[in-house]
């Protein structure tokens, strides 16, 4: 049966739209309980009353004389920065076309509104599913991962998640490989066995996921990836794993992340990578338009290549605004 996760994002709270999510009171405040923007035991009679009076409107007007009066400096920047995502959700009759608009325009909001906004759009994307490899997945547009990579396995795991836990200690067992590559940690890799306590673990963010090719990690990634396509560009795509690219007539590619984009653009343009470079694309994806006049005319039943690599770090940020701004697209009237 569909279950509920995520509750953090705040999905249940929003309206549903002709054209996407709309932001309510009930959404926005639900901001106000960030660490951001909660008091600390310290904080002075103007933050309090602040805050007081946003949990009760939050559609209030702030000004810049309110927030210059306010006690604390990291206050002041914290609620700065809140009050223009606020003001840019606002502007937009809906999240979608808000998220859009910042990569049509220059991002001008702090990163962790852009993660709010990309989780609460995957929920909705993934909304009445019961598959954990699905809402597992979808954690990588708003999760920064940590990867490893050795005997066939492609195991990425929260990143926060593993800082936490190997100071803490956790539950579970992710075995020896990533033990042995990455902090002292355990975490569960998601299997059949554990997939139905990925529901009551949602917010721990606690389960590692396969993403090599052939595996049900992959497969996942790239279904979320074909309903976000489906959901901010309105194409219906079907996206492929790959364990590389035989394609001589190879004319578009996609990095998902920053180091994948660099890889790809030197393989298409006939450079060698070093192995230790080639080593960090981890995954490859072959995306098709179910409509070919999606696509560009030039583009047109030809397929598009998206990669997933790993900074030297072993740490991946999925960017899948990437898919927004770099897709051989259609221009609609």
């Known amino acids: 049966m569909p279950q509920d996760f995520w509750a953090s994002s705040g999905f249940t709270a929003l309206d549903r739209g002709p054209q996407g999510l709309v932001p309510t009171d009930a959404w926005l405040a639900r901001f106000a309980e960030s660490p951001e923007l909660v ?191 489906a959901r901010l560009v309105g194409a219906a795509v079907s996206i492929e794993p790959l364990a590389r690219i035989d394609d001589e007539r190879w004319r578009w590619h996609v990095g998902l992340d920053v180091d994948s984009s660099a890889i790809l653009d030197a393989l298409y343009g006939g450079a060698s990578p070093a192995p230790d470079e080639l080593e960090r694309l981890v995954l490859l994806f072959r995306l098709t338009f179910d409509d070919p006049a999606d696509a560009r005319a030039d583009m047109a039943g030809r397929p598009v290549y998206l990669g997933l690599g790993v900074r030297p770090d072993r740490t991946l940020k999925l960017k899948p605004q990437n898919l927004l701004v770099n897709l051989p697209l259609a221009r609609r009237s």
Not at 97 to 125: K, T
Not at 201 to 207: C, I, P
């Open 39 to 229: 008091p600390p035991a310290d904080a002075g009679a103007r933050e309090r009353e602040l805050h007081r009076r946003f949990r009760a409107a939050p559609r209030i007007p702030i000004g810049r004389d309110e927030l210059a009066a306010l006690e604390d400096p990291d206050a002041r920047d914290n609620w700065a920065a809140f009050l223009r995502f606020r003001e840019r959700v606002l502007a937009h009759p809906t999240l979608e076309i808000c998220y859009a608009s910042l990569f049509a325009g220059g991002v001008d909001i702090a990163p962790v509104f852009v993660d709010a906004l990309a989780q609460v759009i995957v929920r909705a994307a993934l909304d009445g599913t019961d598959d954990a490899w699905l809402a597992r997945a979808g954690e990588l547009f708003f999760r920064r991962q940590r990867v490893s990579t050795e005997g066939g396995q492609v195991l990425a795991a929260d990143a926060a998640t593993l800082e936490v836990y190997a100071e803490t200690g956790g539950f579970g067992a992710v075995g020896r490989l990533l033990r042995e590559q990455l902090p002292a940690v355990k975490m569960d890799v998601l299997n059949h066995e554990n997939a139905p306590f990925y529901w009551m673990r949602d917010e721990l963010y606690s389960f590692a996921i396969d993403l090599a090719p052939g595996r049900e990690g992959a497969d996942a990634l790239a279904r979320v990836l074909e309903r976000w396509v």
